[in-house]
Nanobody, 112 residues
Framework: QVQLVESGGGLVRPGGSLRLSCAVS????????LGWYRQAPGKQRDMVAT???????NYTDSVKGRFTISRDNAKNMVYLQMNSLKSEDTAVYYC??????WGQGTQVTVSS
């Protein structure tokens, strides 16, 4: 049974940083694309960043230069370093494995 568990969310002031982590169990991640998605209240879930098995990354335009996705295949982990956070980054952030499996989400709130 594949499980994804996100952690690292919280409340941060504008301009601050957070690092999200996602632990994957029940599958070997090295063969899959991993991704972070987010969903703000009343909006659809959108892609934030993805990283392929060959470590090729892709970001939505609004986070380029501020967020960095990385993976550690040996630990079955994927991370999202978020810097220079803005209020519009407020959302529930979800980890995704292979476009098939989802975590339960972690809340990120950017507010002064």
């Amino acid at each position: 049974q594949v499980q994804l568990v996100e952690s690292g969310g919280g409340l941060v002031r504008p301009g601050g940083s957070l690092r999200l982590s996602c632990a994957v169990s029940g599958s070997v991640v090295r063969y899959y694309t991993l991704g972070w998605y987010r969903q703000a209240p009343g909006k659809q879930r959108d892609m934030v960043a993805t990283i392929t098995s060959r470590h090729i990354t892709n970001y939505t335009d609004s986070v380029k230069g501020r967020f960095t996705i990385s993976r550690d295949n040996a630990k079955n982990m994927v991370y999202l370093q978020m810097n220079s956070l803005k209020s519009e980054d407020t959302a529930v952030y979800y980890c995704n494995l292979g476009n098939s499996w989802w975590g339960q989400g972690t809340q990120v709130t950017v507010s002064s």
